[in-house]
């Protein structure tokens, strides 16, 4: 199993950056996928995810900017990030695993907002 995150930058505040994830060695349409982020000194938390059905759930923080979407026929997910603040700047991580158990990592991408 590997995920590969892409897409990630720099940009400045109010900007905009897509990620993408990816998968290869799974069955992605049967997986749920979230994004994760961690920023310099700080735990790891959620940001978005999408379950086997594809009902989305976002974290508050990025809730209305944020955009989780997947393409199972291409086994990517993705991030629209819109209207970025610099407390986004964090590594981005792709995870992925049966009924949001998340057992396969990406290596991360990192995203800086200025």
């Known amino acids: 199993v590997q995920l590969v995150e892409s897409g990630g930058g720099s940009v400045q505040g109010g900007g905009s950056l897509r990620l993408s994830c990816a998968a290869s060695?799974?069955?992605?349409?049967?997986?749920?996928m979230a994004w994760v982020r961690r920023a310099p000194g700080k735990e790891r938390e959620g940001v978005a995810t999408?379950?086997?059905?594809?009902?989305?759930t976002y974290a508050g923080y990025v809730k209305g900017r944020f955009t989780v979407s997947r393409d199972n026929a291409k086994k990517i997910l993705y991030l629209l990030m819109n209207s970025l603040k610099p407390e986004d700047t964090a590594m981005y991580y792709c995870?992925?695993?049966?009924?949001?158990?998340?057992?396969?990592w990406g290596q991360g991408t990192q995203v800086t907002v200025s």
């Open positions: 060695g799974i069955t992605n349409a049967r997986y749920c």
């Open positions: 999408v379950d086997a059905s594809g009902r989305t």
């Open positions: 995870a992925a695993g049966p009924r949001c158990v998340f057992g396969y």
